[in-house]
């Protein structure tokens, strides 16, 4: 099939140039002010926490707030178990911003040792895993393996190691207590059966079909918008190629190499981890958004700091200064 323009080469090109202005924007955000990006996304959560509950109740307590013309999936159901989309369209759009939330704050927990972050990461957490979507879970996941990894390596305490387990065993325990007899059929169709089902089939399709475009192009890629694939890896190789997605793996790499215990980096590094792996099971164009721009943004500036040995202190809250002279 011949390669030819199309609107998405226009629109994703603009989506992608105004990704990158924002890093830069919030870069300098938080080289000045990383305090602001802390409260934003505490805002972010708490937002969103009041958000979801009021859709809980009734839907249309929330539907003023939906402006878009696309339909929205709220009645979506697995296993008789309606799926928390908030204000997003789909569930598993709304794992994809809730569960990098959450983990921006149990990352701040783990640096600051505040009992507020840990509650509300928990609490939004939550929200990502009763959407019911293969995203939520995928990102949840990598999260409690990546909290795992990071206690060990830091030799954290046992206190962080505890609060992990007790998580995990925790949600396992009410879930098997609740929903004992959906509980097999919501794991099943979730992660067992997703491959096969509809939403699963058309998925691998559309990762095969970008895989494809990238041997076809002699790994040059498309072009920006030019083709629509699934996983944050094929949309790149599909798109942008091999040198471009080498480029985004630098920015990636430059954003995640200095681990620290400043409690705003530390929390954006869980987020970003997290968000990676959502992102990676459902991502379909190559533009990376709003949040993806604000923490990748967000660790930079501070890691040029870090690396100057300008930080004021390691356990930084993330709610003052970072550096001096910022």
């Known amino acids: 099939v011949p390669l030819k323009f199309s ?17 830069m924007l919030f870069a ?33 307590l929330i539907a003023p707030f939906q402006t878009a013309d696309y339909r929205v999936f709220e009645d979506a159901q697995i296993s008789r178990l309606i799926r928390l989309t908030g204000t997003f369209p789909e569930a598993s759009m ?43 879970i995928i990102a949840v996941s990598a999260l409690a393996g990546f909290s795992l990894l990071y206690a060990i390596w830091r030799k954290s305490g046992a206190s962080r190691i505890f609060v992990i387990s007790f998580i995990s065993v925790s949600a396992a325990a009410a879930l098997v207590i609740v929903i004992p007899g959906t509980l097999n059929e919501v794991i099943n169709t979730l992660i067992f059966e997703k491959l096969t089902s509809q939403s699963g089939l058309e998925r691998s399709e559309w990762a095969e079909r970008g895989f494809q475009v990238f041997i076809d192009t002699y790994f040059l890629g498309a072009g920006t918008g030019s ?7 094929f ?10 997605t ?6 990636l790499w430059r954003a995640l190499r200095r681990p620290s215990e400043n409690a705003m980096l530390l929390g954006a590094a869980f987020a970003l981890v997290t968000l990676l792996a959502a992102k990676m099971a459902s991502q379909t164009t190559v533009a990376p958004g709003l949040l993806f721009a604000m923490l990748a943004g967000a660790r930079l500036p501070v890691q040029r700091k870090i690396a100057r ?3 004021r202190s390691p356990r930084n809250t993330g709610n003052g200064p970072v550096a001096n002279g910022a």
């Not at 083709?227 to 890896?233: D, E, M």
């Open 227 to 233: 083709v629509r694939s699934n996983g944050l890896l």
């Open 246 to 251: 080498l480029l985004v793996g630098a920015l």
């Open 7 to 23: 609107s998405g080469n226009i629109s994703q090109t603009i989506y992608l140039c105004l990704a990158m202005g924002y890093v």
């Open 28 to 60: 300098t955000v938080a080289s000045r002010q990383p305090g602001a990006i802390h409260r934003l996304l505490i805002i972010a959560a708490i937002t969103n926490l009041v958000v979801s509950i009021a859709s809980i109740v009734s839907h249309e």
């Open 235 to 244: 949309v790149l190789l599909a798109n942008l190629g091999l040198i471009g």
């Open 309 to 311: 040995g300008e930080t």
């Open 94 to 136: 709304y794992a994809e911003f809730t569960a990098p939330i959450g983990a921006y704050l149990v990352g701040h927990y783990f640096a600051s040792g505040r009992a507020l972050s840990l509650g509300l990461g928990l609490a939004t957490l939550a929200l990502a895993i009763l959407s019911l979507s293969s995203t939520g």
